[in-house]
T-cell receptor, first 117, second 116 residues
Framework: GNSVTQMEGPVTLSEEAFLTINCTYT??????LFWYVQYPGEGLQLLLK?????DKGSNKGFEATYRKETTSFHLEKGSVQVSDSAVYFC????????????????FGQGTILTVHP | EAGVAQSPRYKIIEKRQSVAFWCNPI?????LYWYQQILGQGPKLLIQ????????DSQLPKDRFSAERLKGVDSTLKIQPAKLEDSAVYLC??????????????FGPGTRLTVL
């Protein structure tokens, strides 16, 4: 089956520190990969995505590269801010060889990030 | 553009009672999803609709959960009877479908259910 594994959390950093949140996946078919963020008291929001191998998704200073050889999609940011404190979810959807996608998102367990001033 | 609306935001019930959640997707979004998010876990898909038809309900506990989307717009998710392990946040999401590809899913704020 399809699954997503995120690094064990929570992660606590000081402002301006470098962030890495690891994400690996197993999938049958052709996965597209996503990072979603959930800020305190808010709903899930798409942060970035990559739809094929070697694609790099980026948004708000965050980046992640789709690595097919290591089945990974690690999230990075060079300098975190207090406002980045949130829960981050790695997720995937699957398409078949014909390019038809199935819509359904499979999520990792989430990583809580806390950034201190 | 209005986002995905859900109600109620919070619900507390006793076990064996019934409960219903309502979702109104973004206008024009034909695909609607219900996810269950248990504390400390990622969301898990319960059911996916395309217009008013079910695409995937393989992880819906059909002995107690039901969902409908009668006119292809609003949707209702029901639990009857509720169990303690149903305590979770129930998320509704919607998306457009462009040919063979489902576009970005937009999530509502969720309904937090506590079963006592």
């Amino acid at each position: 089956g399809n699954s997503v594994t995120q690094m064990e959390g929570p992660v606590t950093l000081s402002e301006e520190a470098f962030l890495t949140i690891n994400c690996t996946y197993t999938a049958t078919g052709y996965p597209s990969l996503f990072w979603y963020v959930q800020y305190p008291g808010e709903g899930l929001q798409l942060l970035l995505k990559a739809t094929k191998a070697d694609d790099k998704g980026s948004n708000k200073g965050f980046e992640a590269t789709y690595r097919k050889e290591t089945t990974s999609f690690h999230l990075e940011k060079g300098s975190v801010q207090v406002s980045d404190s949130a829960v981050y979810f790695c997720a995937l959807t699957i398409a078949n060889a014909g390019g038809t996608s199935y819509g359904k998102l499979t999520f990792g367990q989430g990583t809580i990030l806390t950034v201190h001033p | 553009e209005a986002g995905v609306a859900q109600s109620p935001r919070y619900k507390i019930i006793e076990k064996r009672q019934s409960v219903a959640f309502w979702c109104n997707p973004i206008s024009g979004h034909a695909t609607l999803y219900w996810y269950q998010q248990i504390l400390g876990q990622g969301p898990k898909l319960l059911i996916q609709f395309q217009n008013n038809g079910v695409v995937d309900d393989s992880q819906l506990p059909k002995d107690r959960f039901s969902a409908e989307r009668l006119k292809g717009v609003d949707s209702t998710l029901k639990i009857q009877p509720a169990k303690l392990e149903d305590s979770a946040v129930y998320l509704c999401a919607s998306s457009l479908r462009n040919g063979r590809v489902y576009n970005e899913q937009f999530f509502g704020p969720g309904t937090r259910l506590t079963v006592l």
